[in-house]
């Protein structure tokens, strides 16, 4: 340990992240219940410019529709967000827990995380073609 460490490094964890983490998910939270409300959704900026999709087009539908289990209708919304949720929230989670530690994720987490959004941008780009 740093010697110059404070009493949050010496118990393992950050508490202001922690509390930065939870404020996000309530704030997401809060989003989708304004969206399910019919409340206005966050436009995407990429597709109001030029009319394309980008690959995080659908998101908010997707996670509309998975609230409200309509699994055809959140595949049809971002495909490959919808297949690889369940991989996504594993490295986000994981990234959560080891940032509030001040650990790192390690070169294999990383890896992982480049290859995500490399195929990430390839579903972008593959879903305006067809």
Not at 16 to 21: G, M, Q
Not at 59 to 77: C, G, H, P, Q, Y
């Amino acid at each position: 340990m740093n010697p110059e460490c404070n009493k949050e490094c010496k118990k393992g964890y950050s508490s202001r992240k922690v509390l930065f983490l939870l404020l996000i998910c309530c704030a997401g939270a809060a989003y989708l219940a304004w969206i399910r409300r019919g409340g206005f959704a966050v436009p995407c900026l990429f597709h109001e410019v030029t009319g394309l999709q980008c690959p995080g087009c659908g998101i908010t539908r997707m996670i509309r529709a998975v609230s409200e289990k309509d699994l055809e209708s959140a595949f049809n919304a971002n495909a490959f967000l919808f297949l690889t949720s369940p991989y996504l929230s594993f490295l986000l989670l994981y990234s959560a827990y080891k940032w509030v530690r001040n650990e790192r994720t390690g070169t294999k987490i990383e890896a992982s995380a480049v290859i995500y959004c490399i195929g990430l941008v390839v579903f972008g780009i593959i879903r305006n073609l067809v």
